[in-house]
């Protein structure tokens, strides 16, 4: 049986609601990463999830919303000015969940 392949992230000019689950390894941890990172989530907008610090050294961002916005702060993540030395992100896409209360640092 062949593996189905991985989800595909929406087009860049899709509303469709998504949930973008981001991994982001690095210098990620103790220079203001998540702050930064839902600071860049609520200028977007129409953003809601969390950025996370995990045991491993990553910081995990999870964000549902638009498309297209899922999408900038992906492009964020990976080449934006963020603080400390990001050296990878690896995603999933997926349908929204629900649950959260704007964008929040856990």
């Known amino acids: 049986m062949c593996p189905s392949p991985p989800p595909q992230p ?10 973008l689950t981001a991994w982001v390894r690095g210098h990620v941890q103790g220079v203001g990463f998540r702050w930064h990172t839902r600071a860049r989530a609520l200028a977007i ?3 809601r999830g969390f950025a996370l610090n ?8 999870v964000a ?3 498309g297209e916005r899922c999408l900038s702060l992906l492009r964020w993540l990976r080449e934006g000015d963020t603080p400390g030395r990001v050296e990878g992100v690896t995603e999933i896409w997926d349908t929204p969940r629900g649950g959260y209360e704007g964008f929040a640092i856990r």
């Open 45 to 47: 907008g129409e953003l």
């Open 10 to 19: 929406p087009p860049a000019d899709s509303a469709a609601p998504v949930r």
């Open 54 to 61: 995990t045991a491993d050294g990553r910081v995990q961002v």
């Open 64 to 66: 549902e919303g638009p």
